[in-house]
């Protein structure tokens, strides 16, 4: 028998074309020799009829608890990821569950909305997320508008990204990566990870000039299968950019009319 491979759970939404939510979150774990395993938080699919419009419909609590009892129970996992939420009462379900038992590696993307029409749950969410989720984190991954809606601080630069990084750590994160991507002017794509006491950047040339679906997902897909194999989150955040920055050249496209970022497209297998 082969060695048994590091585990990692996931709790996030399913959206079923597989460029963004848990399909993600698996493919990338699959990709970099991580176990899989999850609870659905909700479920989106986009609507062909209507512009690809995203559809949501929210997972019921008690189905989201059991979800998590049955990852808990069969794989004691010590590493876990947060992607959509969508509600109070499901922020109020994974938080308890997550609270009953010891976690070495919390990696909490606080997805607000997709990138499609779908307008987001409102201010309630945001603050539960701030509340209940936050807390729990060892690394928060949020983007410019993650960061902003978050901090309150309006991100424009690498200054204020830094400033809302530093602010979201206020709020229990041990780190936040704040992730500039394709919304900040310049050649590169900068994230900056905030320790508690310094910004890190890491930053890479930008792949083009538009966006592709999943590049949220899959960076903090990637720091949690790195976690899970025992780097620290430098390394973590380091190699994760360099998987993400490979599936963004590999993009694939569809009658979506934004491409998805192909997560078996680099070659950073080991
Ligand atoms: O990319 C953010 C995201 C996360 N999770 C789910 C989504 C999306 C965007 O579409 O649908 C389930």
């Excluded at 512009?51 to 010590?78: K, Y």
């Excluded at 701030?130 to 309006?154: C, H, Q, Y």
Aim: net charge negative.
């Amino acid at each position: 028998m082969s060695q048994k491979p590091p585990v990692a759970m996931i709790v996030a939404g399913s959206e079923a074309t597989g460029a963004a939510g848990i399909q993600v979150d698996w493919k990338t774990l699959h990709q970099l020799g991580v176990y899989g395993m999850g609870a659905i938080t909700c479920i989106v699919s986009m609507d062909p009829k209507n512009n690809w419009d995203h559809r949501f419909e929210p997972v019921p609590p008690h189905i989201i608890a059991d979800q998590m009892e049955a990852c808990i129970n069969a794989f004691e996992p010590d590493t876990v990821k947060l992607g959509m939420m969508g509600t109070v009462p499901t922020i109020d379900t994974v938080s308890k569950a997550l609270s009953e038992r010891e976690w070495k590696n919390v990696v909490v993307d606080p997805v607000l909305i997709c990138k499609g029409q779908f307008e987001g749950p409102g201010a309630e969410v945001d603050q539960a997320l701030r509340d209940k989720l936050l807390p729990l984190a060892t690394v928060a991954t949020p983007n410019v508008f993650e960061a902003s809606t978050l901090s309150g601080i309006e991100v424009t630069d690498e200054k204020t990204l830094a400033q809302a990084a530093q602010r979201i750590g206020e709020m229990g994160p041990r780190y936040v990566l704040a992730k500039g991507g394709m919304e900040l002017p310049g050649e590169e794509a900068v994230d900056l990870l905030w320790d508690g006491q310094k910004i890190t950047r890491y930053a890479v040339k930008k792949v083009g000039d538009k966006r592709v679906n999943g590049a949220g997902c899959t960076m903090a897909a990637s720091i949690t299968a790195y976690l899970a194999r025992g780097e620290d989150v430098h390394e973590a955040v380091r190699r994760a950019k360099q998987l993400v920055t490979a599936g963004i050249e590999a993009q694939i496209s569809s009658n979506v009319p934004v491409p998805a970022l192909w997560q078996g497209g680099g070659v950073n297998r080991g």
